[in-house]
């Protein structure tokens, strides 16, 4: 896997591809030429207005020139080819394709979350049809149904010489009988009504609020100002009422983290050390406010059976949807120590470097008899390539490293069985 390309890099590609001029360009963005030079030979740092910016005076995409912006476009792109069965060789080729065609690569990411959704939506159905006990009455009904229908028909059929009063009685029976299976169908038809979208996609509720929420970038001003007043307003185009639902909720305790920590202090702080005082001592309600607050970093909450609740990512780290948990070592490692605060260091196969901030801690009970609910909290935070750091990979099917303890299929970039994968420790 290619190793991840510079900003400034980026920048002057992309400036060089459009044949401008670098004057030109610091001119459009309100920088001097020599501030310009710099930030292309990466000799500055470079993020926030002036990164938006310089994306929208070259026509790009933010996160394509941002360092690691496209490596979760190309891990996105080898999963999807290797779903579809492409070769090794070809493979390669995800690389290229996510940096000098984003525009196709998005496609193909698109459609492979849509195929993914779908595949998700079957089993859950199939779940449904071998468990459900609502169906399973329903199906009943309908079945003794059929056979009062079939056997009405049936005596009809065969008796022609039936009593006229009697004919009538069965003509009656069949009538009410067919009316209760056209019920009966359409009370079915309801259990297996789909969740429509806009694009007349089937997903299910916390697949429509993951879009909802991603579409946002996880990050809703009306909260700050407006508290939970402003939930209804911002949940209204939700056509689901279950999505909806689950939607506001989600937003109500963004609004409680608000209110609890502002975002004037959030912004000011550089870490979430600084933050824990202002907090009361509460470890998780630091990272999930670093994480809304700030675009540049991600964040992950899941539940003890390791369940994503939610997942907000960032440029340059593939966040799992199901399946893949290696890059969530440090939220499982927490999950196993509740109330022990995680800092370490990951590193992706791209060579990108990841601060990880993680915690486990269960809700306030509301009673002596109530069972604490265990979550975890897991910020990521991009970092300097320094120091020791934990190997990560976005999954053993596109993972490239060569030994992995941890592996559980081979890879198909580079046919190894084997990972030196160290657990998670206290602070790398």
């Not at 089993?123 to 199906?139: F, G, I, V």
């Not at 879009?211 to 100002?225: I, N, T």
């Amino acid at each position: 896997m290619p190793r991840s390309i510079p900003t400034g890099r980026r920048i002057r590609e992309r400036r060089l591809s459009l044949g401008l001029k670098q004057a030109a360009l610091a001119t459009t963005v309100g920088i001097s030429p020599s501030y310009l030079n710099l930030i292309e030979h990466n000799r500055r740092a470079i993020g926030g207005a002036l990164l938006t910016r310089l994306a929208e005076a070259l026509g790009s995409d933010r996160a394509a020139l941002a360092e690691g912006g496209d490596s979760a476009l190309i891990e996105a792109v080898q999963a999807a080819g290797a779903a579809g069965g492409v070769a090794e060789g070809p493979l390669a080729d995800a690389a290229t394709l996510a940096q000098q065609h984003p525009a196709w690569a998005r496609l193909i990411e698109a459609q492979a979350e849509a195929m993914a959704a779908q595949a998700r939506t079957i089993e859950a159905l199939s779940d449904r049809l071998s468990h459900d006990p609502t169906l399973a009455e329903a199906m009943h009904e309908l079945l003794s149904t059929v056979s009062v229908v079939r056997s009405t028909a049936s005596i009809l059929a065969q008796t022609p010489e039936i009593d006229a009063n009697w004919r009538g009685r069965f003509h009656a029976n069949l009538d009410a009988d067919s009316r209760r299976l056209a019920d009966g169908v359409e009370a079915v038809m309801e259990l297996f009504d789909g969740r429509a979208t806009d694009g007349g996609e089937r997903l299910l509720p916390s697949e429509v609020v993951s879009r909802f929420l991603d579409d946002a970038g996880h990050r809703f001003p009306a909260l700050e100002e407006l508290g939970t007043s402003a939930i209804a307003p911002l949940v209204a185009g939700l056509a689901d009422p279950q999505a909806r639902a689950l939607a506001a909720d989600i937003l109500r305790g963004d609004a409680e983290d608000a209110a609890r920590l502002p975002r004037e202090v959030v912004e000011a702080a550089s870490g979430p050390d600084d933050l824990i005082a202002a907090a009361g001592g509460d470890l998780a309600l630091v990272l999930r406010r670093l994480g809304t607050v700030d675009p540049g970093r991600g964040l992950v909450v899941c539940d003890a059976a390791g369940a994503l609740l939610r997942r907000k990512p960032v440029a340059g780290f593939a966040l799992p949807v199901m399946g893949a948990g290696c890059p969530l070592w440090p939220i499982f490692g927490a999950l196993a120590r509740p109330g022990h605060p995680i800092s370490t260091v990951i590193e992706t196969p791209d060579g990108a470097v990841w601060r990880v901030h993680a915690v486990a801690q269960a809700a306030v009970p509301t009673g002596f008899r109530d069972v604490p609910v265990l979550r975890a909290t897991m910020l990521l935070t991009r970092a300097d390539g320094t120091g020791d750091a934990m190997p990560v990979g976005p999954g053993c099917r596109v993972c490239p490293r060569p030994a992995c303890a941890a592996r559980r299929e081979p890879s198909i970039l580079t046919g190894g069985v084997a990972l030196d994968m160290a657990p998670v420790t206290e602070d790398t």
